[in-house]
Each structure stands twice: as structure tokens, then as C-alpha cells.
């Protein structure tokens, strides 16, 4: 998932390129953790979701570039994370602080000129695993949380290799709503090693049947609303948009939900949606919070750029933060599927 023109992680990456390191171990329970940001309150909504004072920590570093957050169990569970390049997915937690829990997490075989990040990417909890956007292999895969086994689950469209896939959500029935655009490959948008012309957002359905959702915009986060009749997802070229879906899951219209051009948005890479229906989206000044209407109540700024959150059990949101994870503290809850 990448950044706008005005914050790349591209750039970002080119300013960590000496950072390789395994990442740093949590502190001790009881020591502090770096602040490293703090709360805009833009309106009195905001209150209700996260307090303005509420600092932002941070909790693991060393990643070349952290990505796909995603909380596995209850309040004392664990946090996975994806460093994209360095092809791994690391798990941290409070008491055991942070470790490699993958690696390859994607791409495993000989060296390839095609791909410029070889790792997984986006990570959510389906199908009984683990299921992520495997960047470096070009599909959907489920891993085995217990044996780290890897299945494909989807690979192509149309008799075409997909991209890259990115971003992902999982809805009540089962079926998994995913974006592909061309990050993981050399090139990226103009990448030859690309097979189709455009970067589709889909559905897999729960027999793993594909469809597409939309062809037309540059995808990258992807969310859904809790009722499960909206879909949002970052487009590069206008900000957010949203589908109406009917009551199997497929589009009947698009809408602007946050357009760039008029509100002065920059965004964004991946988003997640709260059980109330808020919109927790990275942006070029963090994680924007919007109502479901639209409206930007607040913003969690950070002293870096921000790739994505997570929203976990743990009563905090998780962010992927270029070399780095952070949290802070939130009275909004995820919707439990």
C-alpha cells in the first residue's frame, strides 16, 4: 500500500535504505514507551471515540517498511505485522515483545527481476487463518496460524495474472473484498511486468470465485461498513470512494466519499471501519477520522507517515508507521465477525 505523490513511501523507503535490522524488543511492562504524536480533535464527535489527549507510542521498530496490521485473539493476544520488503511478517505483543513470525512471507523462490516488494502485505483473520494480500507471489493466500502452511486461494482474472494484491476485508458471508494495484512490482504503475491494464478491486467469494467490483480507479486500502452494504477503498487519483453493494455483495453504485480535490484530503493507503460505522483512514496528515456521512471529526498525528491501523481487542489502534509500529489508546471498538 503506498502513499500519495505528496508523502511516497518510496521516498520513505529511500531514506531508511541502511535500516535492515531485526526489530527492537518491547521494553519492560512497567518503562514508558517513546511519544511520538499526539490527537487533533477537529469536533466534539471525536470525544467518543478516542480521548484528545491520548498519546501516541511507539511500541517496535527496525522494519525496512511495516505494513497490514492485524490483531489475532482477545485482549491478551498478539499483533502481526508486515514488512513488506524484507519479505517477513513479525508478531509482537506486550509480554513477549517483538519476533519474526514468517519469513519468506511471500515470494520464496530464486531470485525475480520483476518484483520490487517480495513480502505479504495486507493481513486479516478469515477462512480460519490468516489470509493475505501475497504481494510477492501476485494472489490471495491463507496461512495455517498454527503450522505457518500457505494456500493460494486466488492468483488470476480473466486468464490474467493479477498484480499485487494489497489490501483486504472480510464480510459476514464469508467472501473477501481485496485491492491489486501494481506496488509490488518493478515499475509499479508502468511496470511491463504487468498482464492486465488496469488495477481491479474484487470480490472472492466464500467458493473462491472472483468477480470484480470495479476496474476504473487506483486502489489501495479497502474497508467495509458494519451492515456490510458499503464498500470503501483509497483511490490514488480522486481520495476515498464507496460502493452501495446489494445483499449478495455486489455493486450497484459508486459515490465520491472524500474528494480530494475539494476538501484538500491527501491520502491515503489502508483504512478500517469501526462497529459504529467511522472510517479510520491514513492520510497524508496520519489516520483521518470521518463519520460515516463524510465528515472529518479528527486526526492521530504521528512524526512520520502512516500506511495503515488496526483496531484491536486490546482497546488500542495499531499503526504501521515506515519503519515502525505504533498505538494509542481508543474507545472504539471493531465490529466482530
Given amino acids: 500500500m503506498s502513499q500519495t505523490s505528496q508523502i511516497t513511501r518510496r521516498g520513505a523507503l529511500a531514506g531508511l535504505a541502511g535500516l535492515t535490522g531485526a526489530p527492537a524488543l518491547a521494553r519492560a511492562a512497567a518503562q514508558a514507551y517513546p511519544v511520538v504524536g499526539k490527537v487533533e480533535r477537529l469536533d466534539p464527535a471525536l470525544d467518543a471515540l478516542i480521548d484528545a489527549d491520548a498519546p501516541v507510542e511507539q511500541v517496535l521498530?527496525?522494519?525496512t517498511w511495516s505494513e497490514g496490521p492485524v490483531w489475532v485473539g482477545g485482549?491478551?493476544?498478539?499483533?502481526?505485522?508486515?514488512?513488506?520488503p524484507a519479505n517477513k511478517i513479525l508478531r509482537?505483543?506486550?509480554?513477549?515483545g517483538g519476533a519474526v513470525w514468517l519469513t519468506p512471507s511471500g515470494y520464496a523462490g530464486p531470485p525475480t527481476g520483476s518484483l520490487r516488494e517480495a513480502g505479504s502485505n495486507g493481513l486479516i483473520l478469515a477462512r480460519g487463518g490468516l489470509v493475505v494480500g501475497d504481494s510477492g507471489n501476485r494472489c490471495v493466500s491463507r496461512i495455517d496460524l498454527k503450522t505457518r502452511k500457505k494456500t493460494v486461494l486466488a492468483s488470476s482474472f480473466e486468464g490474467?495474472?493479477?498484480?499485487?494484491?494489497n489490501d483486504l476485508v472480510l464480510a459476514r458471508d464469508g467472501a473477501i473484498y481485496f485491492t491489486d494495484p501494481p506496488?509490488?512490482?518493478?515499475?509499479?504503475?508502468?511496470s511491463p511486468y504487468r498482464q492486465t491494464d488496469?488495477?481491479?478491486?474484487?470480490?472472492?467469494?466464500?467458493?473462491n470465485a472472483l468477480t470484480m467490483i470495479d476496474r476504473t480507479i487506483e486502489p489501495n486500502g479497502i474497508g467495509l461498513s458494519p451492515d456490510?452494504?458499503?464498500?470503501?477503498?483509497?483511490?490514488?487519483?480522486?481520495?476515498?470512494?464507496?460502493?452501495?453493494?446489494?445483499?449478495r455483495g455486489r455493486p450497484t453504485a459508486r459515490r465520491q466519499f472524500i474528494d480530494r480535490a475539494t476538501t484538500g484530503i491527501e491520502g491515503g493507503d489502508g483504512l478500517k471501519i469501526d462497529r459504529n460505522g467511522n472510517v479510520w483512514a491514513s492520510s497524508q496528515d496520519g489516520i483521518s477520522i470521518f463519520t460515516p456521512a463524510g465528515k472529518r471529526i479528527g486526526i492521530i498525528r504521528a512524526d512520520d507517515v502512516i500506511s495503515n491501523c488496526e483496531l484491536a481487542a486490546d482497546g488500542h489502534l495499531y499503526m504501521s508507521s515506515n519503519h515502525r509500529v505504533l498505538r494509542i489508546r481508543i474507545k472504539a471498538r471493531k465490529l466482530a465477525i
Fill in 160 to 165: 490474467k495474472r493479477l498484480n499485487s494484491p
Fill in 228 to 247: 456490510g452494504r458499503t464498500l470503501y477503498a483509497t483511490d490514488r487519483k480522486s481520495g476515498w470512494v464507496a460502493w452501495d453493494l446489494d445483499a
Fill in 61 to 63: 521498530d527496525g522494519f
Fill in 183 to 190: 506496488w509490488g512490482l518493478k515499475g509499479d504503475w508502468s
Fill in 198 to 207: 488496469y488495477s481491479g478491486v474484487y470480490r472472492l467469494g466464500p467458493d
Fill in 75 to 84: 485482549p491478551n493476544g498478539f499483533l502481526l505485522v508486515s514488512d513488506v
Fill in 92 to 96: 509482537w505483543s506486550p509480554k513477549r
